[in-house]
């Protein structure tokens, strides 16, 4: 992704006409200098209405009917409930509901130094969200500190910031101990625990017995991925229009994708194309023909302390006038969402998508969304995979995926597939390399193809997170 910064005096100038265009985007706002790297934020949960938790037998008569339309609604009630203010601000900043949930660190402590008492097990979830705690920990998917054995970072998502999040629910439940094979207790969040649970199946357990307990009904899992838009002058952020946008339709990454973006932070108006005068004032244009102008408001953003640009700048290898500054702005490009409402999960996500829907609606889109959604969260497109094909016992694939994500070419069926047929296969291994998929562009038979569910290892209940934390390499 191409980061331009502008010097002031070009943003002077380019703003020259636009109302607003050079205001402040926070006048409450701290200076840089006053912003926080860590607080105290209780995470929230979901509130209970007719829309969440919806009963199993609801959401399977959707996918028995194969009403994508009930599918979707869900997807956006889901997105609404989660981006609905919690009460608590962060550097001068209302957070979402989501926002303030536990992170992959505060779920899975890091290791400590050699010796020392790890915090995972001299505390639990519960009192690491009570202290100051990181809100956001940039770093790039799937860094665990325990490493994924033979899975390496690369080959997910190499070009994107990311993290997990876990609703309330689901980090308690991953944070208890949980009965076991052999009458034992096992702790989902401690590594040592899971291995000793994998080797203590009693002789002859089938693959399909194999598995951790299931999440709470209310257990949410998320992935959000975050962008830069520098404060000063105008960002570059490419824009997903389907894999004919990019210089690569089989992998279109978003550092393929040649509709480009021209983001102002403190810019107000429509989505528009950009004037020639913005346009040559890009240094860089890489792969982008098709430029647009937009206002850093149609993106949910943060602005960055010190530290929080230091992790990000760290974590993207950027240096120079490409790096992150506190006062620069992280933005909101995506998001994956898993709810526990039935037993494989309902799986959908959201990807910035402001100004008109991508051709033919590909590989999802903005319809549906509820009238009363407001704010940036109007500009995002959603799709579903609540099964892993199109008609329940079908052989067509649903095809569901983040234009930010899956599009990845360490990932086999990226824009082919969808969220569950991968994660189904998430195995706590003993050693070596989890039974990746080669291959998923059929149905997986959950948890009994013995391709991925063998005598040697045990299903995470779709958690790649829990698989990942698990492993040992
Ligand atoms: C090719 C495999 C693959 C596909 C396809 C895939 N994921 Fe994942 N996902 C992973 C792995 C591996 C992780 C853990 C590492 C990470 O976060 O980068 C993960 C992490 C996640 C997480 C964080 C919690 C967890 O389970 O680890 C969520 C939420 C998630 N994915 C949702 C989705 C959704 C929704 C889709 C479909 C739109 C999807 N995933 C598609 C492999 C996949």
């Given amino acids: 992704m191409r980061k331009i910064a502008i010097a002031t005096a070009a943003t002077v100038a380019l703003c020259a006409g636009l109302a607003g265009c050079d205001k402040a985007p926070e006048a409450s706002a701290p200076k840089p200098e006053a912003l926080l790297d860590v607080a105290v934020i209780t995470p929230v949960p979901l509130p209970t209405t007719p829309n969440y938790p919806v009963a199993a037998a609801t959401i399977n008569g959707w996918i028995a009917n194969a009403d994508t339309a009930a599918m979707r609604n869900h997807a956006w009630q889901l997105w609404q409930a989660m981006a609905q203010p919690s009460g608590q601000s962060f550097n001068g900043q ?48 799937n860094q665990f500190h325990h490493g994924r054995g033979g899975i390496t970072p690369a080959k997910f998502d190499t070009t994107v910031t990311s993290f997990n999040k876990f609703s309330p629910e689901a980090a308690t439940f991953l944070d208890a101990s949980h009965p076991g094979p052999g009458g034992a207790s096992y702790r989902y969040s401690s590594t040592s625990d899971m291995q000793k649970l994998n080797a203590s199946w009693p002789q002859g357990t089938t693959p399909q017995d194999r598995g951790v307990q299931d999440f709470p009904v209310r257990g949410i899992e998320l992935k959000p991925v975050f962008g830069l ?48 005068r913005e346009i040559a004032s890009i240094r860089d244009p890489g792969p982008c023909k098709t430029f647009l102008w937009a206002p850093m408001s149609t993106f949910y953003s943060v602005k960055l302390s010190a530290a929080e640009a230091q992790d990000y700048n760290t974590a993207n290898g950027l240096t120079g006038d490409q790096a992150a500054v506190a006062g620069d702005f992280a933005v909101l490009q995506a998001m994956h969402v898993n709810s526990k409402e039935i037993p494989f999960w309902t799986w959908q996500t959201f990807w910035w998508q402001p100004g008109a829907d991508t051709p033919n609606g590909f590989p999802g889109s903005k319809q ?36 930010y994500l899956e ?38 038979a959950f948890f009994s193809d013995p391709l991925y569910f063998t005598t040697s290892n045990t299903h995470a209940d779709f958690s790649w997170a829990l698989a990942g934390n698990s492993d040992p390499n």
């Fill in 94 to 141: 209302s957070l979402p509901i989501w926002e303030t949930w536990a992170g992959t660190a505060d779920v899975f402590p890091p290791a400590p130094p050699a010796g020392a008492a790890t915090a995972a097990t001299t505390t639990t979830v519960a009192q690491r969200v009570a202290a100051p705690r990181k809100l956001r920990v940039f770093q790039q998917p």
């Fill in 229 to 276: 838009v520098h404060a000063k002058g105008l960002t570059v952020q490419p824009l997903w229009q389907g894999p004919s946008a990019s210089t690569n339709a089989q992998n279109p990454e978003p550092q393929t994708w040649t509709t480009c973006v021209l983001v102002a932070p403190a810019g107000q108006g429509p989505v528009r194309p950009a004037t020639p």
């Fill in 368 to 403: 549906g969304q509820p009238a009363s959604l407001t704010g940036p969260w109007t500009n995002y497109a959603t799709c579903t995979a609540y099964d892993q094909t199109t008609t329940q016992g079908g052989s067509t694939m649903t095809v569901c995926f983040n234009p």
């Fill in 407 to 444: 599009t990845s070419t360490g990932i086999p069926a990226g824009i082919t597939s969808n969220c569950m047929s991968c994660h189904g296969v998430a195995v706590i291994v003993a050693s070596g390399t989890p039974p990746y998929p080669a291959d998923y562009k059929k149905p997986i």
